[in-house]
């Protein structure tokens, strides 16, 4: 049993603090948000992870798991001290690195015993030799010594336990073997592969695979833009390359871009990594301007089959930036609906979790609906955004016989063209040809 603190109850601290206490450790997850920190100790989930409420329930009684915002005191009790705050996009692009800092100098003016502090947060190269720097000039007592550790998260919202409990791989960066020795044992009963290297290299590797894994959504959205003009559809045209082992079928699904807590921010971190170290990252500036005009497909769809949307009832079917999760941040919902309401489109929103996040996030003027049938009721229009089981197995003859017209425009390509046509929809999709 090792003793764990993680600064940072976010997704990745809340998650990586349960799994850890889940696999026999004794977890402080900590956080400067005590509304978050009271909810916890309610036994209250402030976020919606499937599998969350139980794991952190079950490692609560059981005395492995502790929440507090006491964060001082939380490190003071530990031998390995997370940093799972977040790095959010800052207005020039670039990582926002305030809350790491926050937590090296936290941990430096409370470091009372030799120990490792690991990076688990997202953050440009050479941070882990700046977080050693900030403890070290915070240090009250200056005898006594610490390592530093870089372990990047791989894991995805909505399916965040299984990659936790199953990770493909645990990534760990030291100058210090034993200090890597020691955070690899703490992964053994994950079963899973360490790749040891460098804390330089560690902390690349998270950027470079986030940025690899956008570069082959922006990739397959350009091919099905091409697709749509050329007369091909993308769904077999990703199935065919994917069969290829050296390419996989994974990230090659066609549709209205990436959103969330990661790939935004870290394709345009890394843009700007390169960018300071005097490389010119076309190819990754070119994925992120694809990404952006992606969302716009929808709108050029909506103009084409409408006309113009003033007055128009819009079915927005999904918010969250993907299924199984209730996180909104850079999700398309984000940029497509206020370009909606702008247009004098009346919004009724369906999302069978992420409503009340995307209430926060979204401009007054839309409707909320409560199900599926009562968004689609009277509309002109449905337009999917996130692919929710429930989106995805809706029944199409259903929703058309609610609405007003039988226009359905599915960002997601959740639905077979020849459901659409069976259901008698004008059915547009990314990448597929027309139903008319
Ligand atoms: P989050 O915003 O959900 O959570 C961060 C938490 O840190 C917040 O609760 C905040 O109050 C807390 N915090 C900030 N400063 C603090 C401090 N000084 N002391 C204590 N707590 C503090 O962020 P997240 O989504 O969990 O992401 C955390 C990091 O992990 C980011 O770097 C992110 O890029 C990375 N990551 C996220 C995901 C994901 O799917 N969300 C996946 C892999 C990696």
Redesign the pocket.
Known sequence: MKKITV???????LVSGACFAEIGNRVIC????EQ?IIKLRRGEIPIYEPGLSELVERNTKRDQLYFTTE?GEAIEASDIIYI????PMSETGEADMR?VM??AK?IGEHLNSHKIIVG????PVGTGELVREVIQANKKLPWVGFDIVSNP?????GSAISDCMNMDRAVIGSDNPEAARLIGELHSPFNTRIFTTDLESAEMIKYAANTFLATKISFINAIANICERVGANVADVSEGMGLDSRIGSKFLQAGIGYGG??FPK?TYALAHISDKAGYDFELLKSVIKTNQRQRYVIMDKLRETLGGLAGKHVAVLGLAFKPNTDDMRYAPSLTIIPELLKQGASVYAYDPIASEAAKRELPEGVTYSTSLDQAVAGADVAVILTEWDEIRSMDLSNIRKLMKRSILIDGRNCHSLQEAQEAGFEYHSIGRPPVN
Request: negative net charge; contains cysteine.
């Open positions: 600064i940072g109850t976010g997704y990745v601290g900590c956080d400067v948000d978050k964060v799972a705050v977040g790095t809350y926050s937590a936290k688990k947060s997202t953050v998260e791989f894991l995805r919202e807590s990661c870290d």
